[in-house]
């Protein structure tokens, strides 16, 4: 069985350490916290206090951790966006390492204009894979590259394109984005499993909107519930992190009612896995 977990951008409006409460008191056994979430990112990353909430919580350790995403694209053609990017992304891969967590997910980038990636793109794509590489190697975190959404200027959103990095790049590891993969095609996300799933050491979990957008529960969803039976049932048991929006509700929900949803969504989580 995997370890049941959940983004904290999920209550990005709380301080960590209420965050930290939250997903405890939701019955998940992990979080994944994003670099980026605001008490964090604005307060200038201090890391000795995260250190301090996840040794007040060790029911939720190791953590993992997600990379600087937002305003930040490591193939930019601007290149002082593409240098920040892969400096806050080495800086997040070393910060999880130094917490220990156990595995640091990274975007791959994309091409800054709405078009197919082209030489110049996987250049810079190239330098970034480099760059982690040498701080990889040198880590004890796990570094998992995310499939992104299928969109034409995307460098990594096929299973193709997965599994032919990974069979590159020894040192790296996958986290699976099913809410991405659906959005193509049920077809798309059975092919990443097929193919990718010895290296797949996190899963973040969503269901897909009538919006054909992902990032919605999973409880009463047939299509997320047969990706996480297949799952289950191929013996995975890495990190299952959900990844929830919560502005796709009539009206904002408070803390508590965040929780009521995470247990449910753990229910559903435990339902596929035991």
């Known amino acids: ?17 209420y965050i930290f409460d939250y997903i405890a ?18 307060r200038d990353r201090p890391e000795a206090e995260l250190a301090g909430w996840i ?17 930040l694209n490591p193939c930019s053609i601007n290149p002082k966006v593409a240098e920040i990017t892969v400096e806050y992304t080495l ?47 040198g880590a004890q975190v ?16 096929t299973a193709e394109d997965a599994v ?7 040192w790296l590891w996958f986290t699976l984005d099913m809410g991405h993969a659906m959005m193509a095609s049920p077809k798309e996300v059975d092919r990443f499993i097929d193919l990718c799933i010895d290296r797949t050491v996190n899963v973040h979990v969503s269901a897909i ?15 997320a519930l047969r990706v996480l039976t297949e799952l289950a049932d191929l013996g995975y048991s890495g990190h299952l992190t959900l990844e929830l929006e919560d502005l796709i509700f009539s009206k904002p929900l408070c803390a508590e009612e965040k929780i009521v949803l995470l247990m449910q969504e ?9």
């Open 1 to 17: 069985m995997g370890r049941f977990s959940v983004s904290t951008m999920f209550f990005h409006e709380y301080p960590c350490d």
């Open 25 to 42: 008191e939701s019955g998940l056994d992990c979080l994944e916290f994003w670099v980026e979430t605001p008490y964090f990112w604005l």
């Open 55 to 71: 040794a007040d919580h060790p029911e939720l350790s190791p953590i993992t951790v997600h990379a600087p995403t937002l305003d």
């Open 91 to 137: 800086e997040a891969i070393q910060m999880a390492d130094r917490v220990g967590a156990a595995v640091v997910t990274v975007h791959p980038g994309r091409r800054t204009a709405k078009r197919r990636p082209s030489a110049y793109d996987y250049r810079r794509f190239e330098v970034y894979i480099a760059r982690l590489r040498e701080v990889a190697e």
């Open 142 to 157: 796990k570094v998992a590259i995310e499939n992104l959404e299928p969109r034409a200027n995307a460098l990594l959103y």
């Open 164 to 170: 032919e990095i990974l069979e590159r790049e020894p």
């Open 209 to 223: 909107g009538a919006n054909g957008r992902p990032h919605y529960p999973i409880h009463n969803d047939p299509g």
């Open 266 to 274: 753990t229910e559903a989580l435990k339902e596929a896995f035991f």
